[in-house]
């Protein structure tokens, strides 16, 4: 299993208004998930949606996503894919959104959602665990 070097937060992707920006977290327990979430959603209290996935254990004893109001499959299910494709536990990705006023469709999202989160995780490094 894989994780990541250290937590980061990645630069804004513009996409036709909408803003994204993605979060990494090192945690080790649901309960950092929960704290770290709460945070997110404190200090991007405007932003429209924190879709999010997070996987923890060694081997992987938790995981769970949320599209967090996004059209359903669109934020969290591939936040959740990329994070079981590059075998990475004890990791917390939140991809915040503010809504530019124009439709993205299901492929804009899911491509926003997940070139956010490739990007960053690709800058941060893997390390094996």
Request: net charge positive; proline share 2%.
């Amino acid at each position: 299993m894989k994780s990541i070097k250290e937590s980061a937060r990645g630069l804004k992707q513009i996409e036709k208004k909408s803003i994204f920006i993605c979060t990494l977290f090192k945690i080790s327990t649901k309960e950092e998930a929960e704290h770290y979430l709460q945070r997110i959603k404190i200090e991007f209290v405007k932003a429209s949606h924190n879709a999010f996935a997070y996987r923890i254990g060694h081997p992987v004893t938790w995981e769970e996503s949320s599209d967090d109001g996004e059209v359903k499959g669109c934020a969290g299910k591939p936040l959740m894919d990329i994070l079981r494709k590059k075998e990475l536990t004890n990791i917390l990705v939140i991809v915040t959104r503010f809504y530019g006023g124009v439709n993205l469709g299901t492929g804009g999202l899911i491509r926003n959602y997940s070139k956010s989160a490739l990007e960053l995780i690709d800058k941060v490094g893997i390390i094996e665990l």
